[in-house]
């Protein structure tokens, strides 16, 4: 069964803390995302990998940055957490080409920061 | 630019009634268009999708067409059961054959009561 696996489903953090939120697929995929879903705001793309070390912003990249050091693992870090970062993260993967957007996601990452 | 808007929930309806999800879309060119389920507790699913105009995609008992002259997407199915009870998002993929940067809705949350 192909999968996206996320390290953590729920973490509490604490202001200015570095976190680290690791995602895994196991579907040779080369694009991976990182996704933050709000109520009333829907998901939000943070950043996108298309390759490892190729990484490319999305919509909100303020106060995140990304690692993607293996082609199935793409890690999203929040240098200094805030309690604006409190949300749901979604990391996905997808198979590059032939426009069938079928995205790939993992359980989600609850993250809390007090 | 690329925009999704679906209807807003939550959306309440008993057992066996029929469903509707209203989504609209603004896109250039001519975009593949999907259906995502998030079912409690779990990341996102890809419940259907319709590649081009007139275009039905089906699964579950869901249907949606891709109606260019109305740049709609609605989501339907004729009897709904309580293991529906899911959020349901719309997203387009702008570039056909390109990469799978999908523009989501904001999400409509249904529940189905027995």
């Known amino acids: 069964d192909v999968k996206v696996t996320q390290s953590s489903r729920y973490l509490v953090k604490r202001t200015g803390e570095k976190v680290f939120l690791e995602c895994v697929q196991d579907?040779?995929?080369?694009?991976m995302f990182w996704y933050r879903q709000d109520p009333g705001l829907g998901l939000r793309l943070i950043y996108f990998?298309?390759?490892?070390?190729?990484?490319e912003k999305g919509d909100i990249p303020e106060g995140y940055s990304v690692s993607r050091e293996k082609k199935e693992r793409f890690s999203l870090i929040l240098e200094s957490a805030s309690t604006n970062q409190t949300s749901m993260y979604l990391c996905?993967?997808?198979?590059?080409?032939?426009?069938?957007?079928?995205?790939?996601f993992g359980e989600g990452s609850r993250l809390t920061v007090l | 630019g690329n925009s999704v808007t679906q209807m807003e929930g939550p959306v309440t309806l008993s057992e066996e009634a029929f469903l509707t999800i209203n989504c609209t879309y603004t896109?250039?060119?001519?975009?593949?268009l999907f259906w995502y389920v998030q079912y409690p507790g779990e990341g996102l699913q890809l419940l259907l999708k319709?590649?081009?105009?007139?275009d039905k995609g089906s699964n579950k008992g869901f249907e949606a067409t891709y109606r260019k002259e109305t740049t709609s997407f609605h989501l339907e199915k004729g009897s709904v059961q309580v293991s529906d009870s899911a959020v349901y998002f719309c997203?387009?993929?702008?570039?056909?054959?390109?990469?799978?940067?999908?523009?989501f809705g904001k999400g409509t949350k249904l529940t189905v009561n027995p």
């Open positions: 990998s298309y390759d490892v070390k190729m990484k």
């Open positions: 319709a590649t081009k105009a007139d």
């Open positions: 997203a387009l993929n702008p570039t056909q054959g390109g990469s799978e940067k999908l523009v």
């Open positions: 996905a993967s997808s198979q590059t080409g032939g426009g069938t957007g079928e995205l790939f």
């Open positions: 896109a250039t060119g001519y975009p593949s």
């Open positions: 579907m040779d995929h080369e694009n």
